[in-house]
């Protein structure tokens, strides 16, 4: 599988640029209406062009023809316009974690189907959803500081698979297997992600799916099972 050349992710921006250029010519008229999924790819094209730490917000409301107080209604910072869009990824994935909960606890082996349910919900995109979750996993392991700016999320996603490994083994959430399992899962998700972004053109459901076929089954084992 070939590593994506820098070209090949600016191309995907593309749609969004043009929604920039749209805009622009509509300030004369009437305001323009801000649609801020096309904020975000537009912002995402600058990243990828400029480097992440030489794109203001500034330079973000001129590219699409907003003021600037306009974006920061939507987006308190470059942060936030990138792990945005990060953030429906992990709705999904902790919605389908909740659903498990509420039905109680269970065997082990419904830990790992409900876990792997949930991955696969969580990176299944839409072609142009997936360029853009591309580009921004790229952004976000080549910048430590967009890294930090999600640590918050990832932390309550990590406590809710801790729940669900606990709740399968019948111990506490806060003993030591569901806490060091839960975090394992989270890095190794995250590791799986941005290698997908970088080397793989295939869907990320379909990479993440081959790790959790090992991944899961380990990670979820009830105390005691056999290796």
């Not at 043009?18 to 305001?31: C, F, I, M, S």
């Not at 890294?147 to 083994?169: D, K, T």
């Not at 569901?178 to 899962?185: C, T």
């Not at 799986?192 to 990320?204: D, F, G, I, M």
Request: hydrophobic fraction near 45%; charged fraction near 25%; proline fraction near 4%.
């Amino acid at each position: 599988m070939a590593i994506l050349a820098l070209s090949d992710i600016k191309t995907s921006c593309e749609s969004g640029y043009r929604y920039a250029l749209t805009v622009q010519k509509q300030r004369r008229g009437r305001p323009a209406t801000i649609d801020p999924d096309e904020v975000a790819r537009v912002a995402m094209h600058l990243f990828v062009e400029r480097g992440f730490e030489s794109v203001t917000m500034d330079d973000i409301a001129a590219a699409v023809g907003a003021s600037r107080r306009s974006i920061f209604r939507y987006f308190p910072s470059k942060n936030h316009l990138v792990w945005g869009g990060m953030t429906e990824a992990i709705d999904r994935f902790q919605a389908e974690l909740a659903a498990h909960l509420a039905a109680g606890p269970g065997r082990s082996i419904a830990s790992r189907v409900d876990l792997r349910a949930a991955y696969a919900r969580a990176v299944t995109f839409s072609a142009e959803s997936e360029a853009v979750t591309r580009e921004r996993l790229i952004l976000i392991d080549a910048n430590p500081s967009l890294m930090s700016h999600g640590l918050p999320l990832l932390g309550e996603v990590r406590a809710q698979i801790a729940e669900v490994i606990a709740a399968s083994q019948g111990v506490s959430a806060d003993d030591l297997g569901p806490q060091v399992l839960s975090q394992a899962l989270i890095s190794t998700s995250l590791a799986v992600l941005t290698w997908w972004a970088v080397h793989s053109e295939e869907p990320p459901r379909v990479v993440m799916d081959r790790v959790l076929d090992v991944v899961v089954a380990r990670l979820s084992r009830d105390p005691g099972e056999d290796a």
